[in-house]
DNA sequence: CGCATAACAAGAGTGATTATCATTCGCGTA
DNA sequence: TACGCGAATGATAATCACTCTTGTTATGCG
């Protein structure tokens, strides 16, 4: 189990790395302890919650790093209902998958894709490109409506 | 053709009125103006084209009356990709459909909704309800990709 | 007609996010 | 190993979409 986790983490790693290398940047010691905080979550963050879970990374470095790390392509801006920018790893690393966000709360957890809605998904979008003129790349489905926590209160 | 607008702009202010009504709120010249320039728009609006395309409305006013209407249920604010959030016309009034956003420029165009990818996106939903815990009352489809001018350029 | 209440509009205030800049660090080189 | 250069850091200031405050105006009701 845990050679498994090493073994994702490094392939994860070697990536970013990568990635930055492609425009000059290094892959420092705060960057992979962001890249770190983003793949433990099963779930996008915030920065507050980044904040609260990594005190040894100040505010302004974590600012700083998920943009650039959403610039190559290894991080993602998710904009949720509430005032806070979530982050989480691009799906080439992550993997697909889709959204649950509570409207109350503003929490946002993930759901697997299953095969069978992607295909679905992907007809409705083909059956659009044509006719407005978009290139679609990619897709986001969003499930709305209340958290565990949420529903009881 | 003429007069199927006239009866529609007639209930969309009708079931408008009525929803300020109960929590005691005027349906006004300007929000009348709102919900207009809302219900002729085919696409999620931000503040400043609101402001470009109705320079009687102040700033402030359009913010806090798209506020209120959206706390009414008649208008919904949608999170985009760049810095400004949009409106458009809550789905009970204009119907349901889902969103072509251009990841470039951040544009949001409508595209209506078609009956087999509900029943799809439906099917996905009671398959998680039970899961994770959520209570789904809704879901959100983006396809992202770029927009006609977006691609030319 | 006059009061009570809500809506308006201009500007100040708020807070998440971004830019600044002196200092520190990482990495290649001699 | 020491050096030097450029990128990274982090404390702070600035930005900007958005919200609140305040004094004024308009509207509905008796």
């Given at each position: 189990?845990?050679?498994i986790?090493?073994?994702l983490?490094?392939?994860?790693h070697?990536?970013?790395?990568?990635?930055?290398a492609?425009?000059?940047?290094?892959?420092?010691?705060?960057r992979r302890?962001?890249?770190?905080t983003?793949?433990?979550?099963?779930?996008?963050l915030?920065i507050?919650?980044i904040?609260?879970?990594?005190?040894?990374?100040?505010q302004s470095t974590?600012?700083r790093n998920?943009?650039?790390?959403?610039?190559v392509?290894v991080?993602?801006?998710i904009p949720?209902t509430?005032d806070y920018?979530?982050?989480?790893l691009?799906e080439e690393?992550?993997g697909?998958h889709?959204?649950?966000v509570?409207t109350r709360?503003g929490?946002?957890d993930d759901?697997?894709?299953?095969?069978?809605?992607?295909?679905?998904?992907?007809?409705?979008?083909s059956?659009?490109t044509d006719?407005?003129?978009?290139?679609?790349?990619?897709?986001?489905?969003?499930?709305?409506?209340l958290c565990?926590d949420?529903?009881?209160?």
């Amino acid at each position: 189990m845990s050679d498994i986790h090493a073994k994702l983490s490094t392939s994860i790693h070697d990536a970013v790395r990568v990635r930055l290398a492609k425009v000059d940047q290094r892959y420092t010691t705060r960057r992979r302890l962001l890249v770190e905080t983003l793949a433990a979550a099963a779930r996008p963050l915030t920065i507050p919650e980044i904040v609260a879970t990594t005190p040894r990374l100040p505010q302004s470095t974590i600012y700083r790093n998920l943009t650039i790390l959403a610039e190559v392509g290894v991080a993602c801006r998710i904009p949720g209902t509430d005032d806070y920018g979530r982050y989480e790893l691009a799906e080439e690393l992550s993997g697909h998958h889709h959204h649950l966000v509570c409207t109350r709360c503003g929490r946002v957890d993930d759901v697997p894709a299953t095969a069978t809605l992607e295909r679905a998904l992907d007809d409705a979008a083909s059956a659009v490109t044509d006719r407005q003129g978009y290139r679609v790349t990619e897709h986001r489905f969003d499930q709305l409506g209340l958290c565990r926590d949420c529903c009881d209160s």
